[in-house]
């Protein structure tokens, strides 16, 4: 059982940094979205901000609007993905937490639609962004990359199979005590 409160402490541990980090995606894709809007505001030729009456620049001149704007609304896609997922995740570990064990059938099933979803959301994703680069007419709209997402979801993946078997031996166990007590 000491073994048990441990996976139990350290998935309370991810449950807490799963928050953490769903707030912080949050916070920064909003971030995104509002500086979207500067740049917006910035090219048709608006004030975005201003310190003691003078204008303050806050993107740099020798980058062109669309790609400030596609690196704006990349991100923006990118960090409202990662949310998503780290709310599914948060999800998990609420359901995980309070069945007191890993070791369930629902807990295989939800970490099994969390690993598939860490695959296909951040293909959907960069596909979206890809889009938006060519639709403002720019080469690159920021730094995007799949493979860890995928590989993310391929070891979620065999970790619901372990914990799938983990519940099946479980139930085998409680078939077993039960039938000895007959």
Known sequence: MKTLQTIQKTFRVFQILTKIAFILSIVGASLCAVGALCAVAWYTGGQVFGLFGEPVTIFASGDSMNQTLAVMLSDLVLLVTDAILLAFAGRYLKTEQADGTPFTENGANLIRRL????????????????????????????????????????????????????????????????????
């Open 115 to 182: 690993g598939i979803r860490c695959i296909w959301m951040p293909i959907v994703a960069i596909v979206i962004v890809s889009v938006i680069t060519v639709c403002l007419g720019v080469e690159r709209g920021g730094d995007i990359s799949n493979l860890p997402s995928v590989v993310t979801g391929i070891v979620l993946i065999l970790a619901s199979l372990i914990f799938r078997y983990g519940a099946e031996l479980q139930e085998q166990n409680r078939l077993l005590i039960s039938d000895g007590k007959r």
